[in-house]
């Protein structure tokens, strides 16, 4: 499961969580689904770029004419091209070009380079993997507000990459995150919810790990749904319930998409299979 705490052991198969982190080393604890996302987020601000070059100029030969004149707006666009590739225009990809230009752009303070230039430094794509370089670059854009470098600058305190590991800090992050109620208000709703679940950074409290859990849960988030769903089985921050838990567990199974690992599908399809098979079911489920 992505973004993973630390958690007592459970021993049966109903009670096994989905939070420890133990064994697992920094760089596979930052989500694999998480970089899954940063690389999105990339390819969507390439293809949003695409669609906004049209007003922009005429050609992409315009473009490379601004960027090369200073204008760190076509900077950024350019190194996106170069990133994602554009062979309709002669563009071949190449990730040391494309940082090329982000940096450029990102020296002119321009947020959405600095988060691709430090995407850039933590993948390792287009030049030497720097997780320190990544964090300084985080950093810049998410002092001028740009939500995912917050996101991203979160994590790496949360898990010690190329910062000294400081949940607090993390936490710190995340409700700063929380508080805009942006883009990723979803996610970090979990990713809070973890370290209330876990006491890490904040004094542990099943409850408010609970209400947070409810919130992403309904929203959609799969993850949560499977956390607030082993909630409800434990006993944990909510009354006992294995019928809200089976309606939580199949919550989350129908919204898994590409989320999950095939253990961790097989994992919940288990949790779902053995409710059942206890005679529990949703019909008895009222969801506020």
């Given amino acids: ?3 993973t705490l630390k958690q007592k052991q459970h021993n049966s198969a ?3 969580g ?6 697992v080393s920094p760089k596979n604890q930052m989500s694999r689904v998480n970089l899954f996302k940063m690389n999105k987020v990339l390819l969507f601000g390439g293809c949003l770029s695409l669609c906004l070059l049209a007003s922009m100029c005429t050609s992409k030969s315009e473009l490379r004419k601004a960027a090369e004149k200073g204008d760190a707006e076509s900077q950024y666009y350019l190194g996106m091209l170069y990133y994602i590739g554009d062979e309709s225009e002669g563009i071949q990809e190449d990730e040391a070009q494309a940082v090329e230009w982000y940096r450029k752009a990102a020296e002119q303070g321009h947020a959405e380079a600095q988060y691709g230039l430090a995407d850039c430094y933590y993948l390792g794509k287009g030049i030497a993997e720097d997780n320190v370089k990544a964090v300084e670059w985080y950093r810049k854009a998410a002092e001028q507000g740009h939500e995912s470098s917050l996101l991203s600058l979160a994590h790496c305190y949360e898990f010690g990459i190329g910062v000294p590991q400081d949940d607090a800090k993390a936490v710190e992050l995340f409700n700063q995150l929380l508080s805009v109620q942006g883009i990723h208000y979803n996610s970090v709703q979990y990713y809070l919810a973890q370290h209330y679940y876990n006491g890490t950074g904040v004094p542990q409290d099943y409850e408010q790990a609970a209400k947070l859990y409810r919130s992403s849960a309904e929203q959609g988030f799969p993850f949560a749904q499977q956390e607030l769903a082993n909630c409800y089985c434990k006993g944990e921050g ?3 319930d294995n019928h809200t838990a089976l309606y ?3 919550k989350a199974l129908e919204n898994a998409g590409n989320y999950l690992s095939e253990s961790d599908l097989k994992n919940l399809e288990d ?3 053995i409710l059942k098979a206890g005679g529990f079911s ?3 489920v009222t969801v506020d």
């Fill in 18 to 23: 989905d939070h420890s982190k133990n064994g």
């Fill in 271 to 273: 949790k779902i299979n």
């Fill in 238 to 240: 909510v009354t006992q």
């Fill in 282 to 284: 949703v019909i008895k």
């Fill in 1 to 3: 499961m992505f973004i």
């Fill in 14 to 16: 109903m009670e096994s």
């Fill in 248 to 250: 939580w567990y199949e």
